[in-house]
């Protein structure tokens, strides 16, 4: 009991000194010991790392799971060490309601299909979207909470062991500079006629005293020294690492681009496959016969396809079987025709379209009572059905 109040008296004085000395170099009365130029941007460079990473996790967060009440939700359980339960995506979400309205509405109808169709394709995209968020989280999130949770925090109780090694040292300086001082005036020689005998003794008597109070603080000063100089070696090994944690970043950054443009593709191809058996899906646009769209060549791409005529498609205007020979036989419309550049490559469904190859060029016009999402194509002596979605319309 009695060592531990000795060691008390001597932690509490220790930050008595401490604090004096960090209140004297605030306001200008004590000397500070400073650190040089490149320990200086070395601690510049840790702050400008952690700061940023934080703000890049945190908006990685949002990203990743933009609903704050799930995102608080998570953090809880991983602080109590739980496994976070299995959450449904919004496109998984969106895909459970229309699967629920096409089996009320009529899976037979065409609306029902096509929802049907459209909630596969959104059920994909939400397990896509999962997968995702699973493999940004492991190979980017992980490793930047365990910079800011581990390393960062040595860093940060390194530093302050630093500052409090500092302190002594300032303190150990400021000590010694009194004692010199007080040893100076002390060692002082009085007149011998103008101070009585007694003085001299005195004088003798604190000179020895001041003496050995400056090799206490001479001997106090060189081991605070040393301290502060293998605290400083230690800090700035740590803070020479950042450069080893920026690799390890980069390479977390470039895991997450693979997985967003992997995800991203998944999304292209399922959208692109939604996309084409909506075309191969016969009957699901059918309206009254309107007036011939204005010429091609005054309308752009988009003004082009969004004003076709919503009528049949010219298959099914046709009896069964005899598509291709239609086709083979109509001629360009009234409107003219115009050249168009393939966007993407198209595998042709069945006769009556025409198989596309991307950035080939083809002739393109429409027919009346066309759908609107798809125009006749030409190429050579070939000829057939393409749909507009897979077309740049040049004037």
Same mark, same amino acid.
């Given at each position: 009991?009695?060592?531990?109040?000795?060691?008390? !008296?001597?932690?509490?004085?220790?930050?008595?000194?401490?604090?004096? @000395?960090?209140?004297?170099?605030?306001?200008?009365?004590?000397?500070?010991?400073?650190?040089?130029?490149?320990?200086?941007?070395?601690?510049?460079?840790?702050?400008?790392?952690?700061?940023?990473?934080?703000?890049?996790?945190?908006?990685? *967060?949002?990203?990743? @799971?933009?609903?704050?009440?799930?995102?608080?939700?998570?953090? /809880?359980?991983?602080?109590?060490?739980?496994?976070?339960? &299995?959450?449904? $995506?919004?496109?998984?979400?969106?895909?459970?309601?229309?699967?629920?309205?096409?089996?009320?509405?009529?899976?037979?109808?065409?609306?029902?299909? $096509?929802?049907?169709?459209?909630? *596969?394709?959104?059920?994909?995209?939400? %397990?896509?979207?999962?997968?995702?968020?699973?493999?940004?989280?492991? &190979?980017? /999130?992980?490793?930047?909470?365990?910079?800011?949770?581990?390393?960062?925090?040595?860093?940060?109780?390194?530093?302050? /062991?630093?500052?409090?090694?500092?302190?002594?040292?300032?303190?150990?300086?400021?000590? =010694?500079?009194?004692?010199?001082?007080?040893?100076?005036?002390?060692?002082?020689?009085?007149?011998? @006629?103008? $101070?009585?005998?007694?003085?001299?003794?005195?004088?003798?008597?604190?000179? !020895?005293?001041?003496?050995?109070?400056?090799?206490?603080?001479?001997?106090?000063?060189?081991?605070? @020294?040393? *301290?502060?100089?293998?605290?400083?070696?230690?800090?700035?090994?740590?803070?020479?690492?950042?450069?080893?944690?920026?690799?390890?970043? /980069?390479?977390?950054?470039?895991?997450?681009?693979?997985?967003?443009?992997?995800?991203?593709?998944?999304?292209?191809?399922?959208? =692109?496959?939604?996309?084409?058996?909506?075309?191969?899906?016969?009957?699901?646009?059918?309206?009254?016969?309107?007036?011939?769209?204005?010429?091609?060549?005054?309308?752009?791409?988009?003004? %082009? !396809?969004?004003?076709?005529?919503?009528?049949?498609?010219?298959? &099914?205007?046709?009896?069964?079987?005899?598509?291709?020979?239609?086709?083979?036989?109509? %001629?360009?419309?009234?409107?003219?025709?115009?050249?168009?550049?393939?966007?993407?490559?198209?595998?042709?469904?069945?006769?009556?379209?025409?198989?596309?190859?991307?950035?080939?060029?083809?002739?393109?016009?429409?027919?009346?009572?066309?759908?609107?999402?798809?125009?006749?194509?030409?190429?050579?002596?070939?000829?057939?059905?393409?749909?507009?979605?897979?077309?740049?319309?040049?004037?």
């Amino acid at each position: 009991m009695d060592f531990n109040m000795k060691k008390l !008296a001597s932690d509490a004085g220790i930050f008595f000194t401490r604090a004096v @000395q960090f209140t004297e170099e605030k306001f200008g009365q004590a000397e500070k010991t400073e650190l040089d130029a490149h320990f200086e941007n070395l601690l510049a460079r840790a702050d400008s790392t952690k700061n940023w990473t934080e703000r890049i996790l945190r908006q990685m *967060e949002v990203l990743l @799971q933009p609903n704050p009440s799930a995102r608080v939700e998570e953090f /809880l359980y991983e602080k109590l060490d739980r496994k976070v339960p &299995s959450r449904v $995506t919004n496109g998984e979400l969106l895909a459970q309601y229309m699967a629920e309205a096409a089996s009320e509405l009529g899976p037979t109808t065409p609306y029902g299909k $096509t929802l049907l169709m459209v909630s *596969e394709a959104e059920k994909r995209l939400g %397990a896509a979207e999962r997968d995702f968020i699973h493999t940004a989280s492991i &190979s980017f /999130l992980t490793p930047l909470r365990n910079f800011l949770e581990g390393d960062w925090k040595t860093i940060s109780k390194e530093r302050r /062991l630093l500052q409090n090694r500092r302190l002594d040292l300032d303190a150990c300086k400021a000590r =010694l500079k009194k004692a010199k001082a007080a040893e100076a005036k002390a060692s002082t020689v009085p007149d011998f @006629q103008e $101070t009585r005998p007694r003085n001299y003794i005195l004088s003798a008597s604190a000179s !020895a005293l001041w003496n050995d109070e400056v090799d206490k603080a001479e001997q106090e000063l060189r081991v605070a @020294q040393t *301290e502060f100089d293998r605290q400083a070696e230690v800090t700035r090994l740590l803070l020479e690492g950042i450069s080893s944690t920026h690799v390890n970043h /980069l390479r977390c950054l470039h895991e997450f681009v693979k997985s967003q443009t992997t995800y991203y593709a998944q999304c292209y191809r399922h959208m =692109l496959d939604l996309q084409k058996q909506l075309g191969r899906f016969p009957g699901t646009f059918v309206g009254t016969t309107e007036p011939a769209s204005p010429p091609l060549s005054s309308t752009s791409p988009t003004t %082009a !396809a969004a004003t076709m005529p919503v009528v049949p498609t010219v298959a &099914s205007l046709a009896p069964p079987g005899e598509a291709a020979l239609c086709l083979e036989e109509v %001629a360009p419309s009234a409107s003219g025709t115009r050249k168009a550049r393939v966007l993407y490559d198209y595998e042709a469904a069945d006769s009556s379209e025409l198989a596309l190859l991307a950035d080939e060029l083809i002739t393109v016009y429409s027919l009346p009572g066309m759908d609107p999402d798809w125009l006749i194509g030409e190429r050579g002596n070939k000829k057939g059905k393409v749909p507009v979605t897979y077309l740049e319309l040049l004037s």
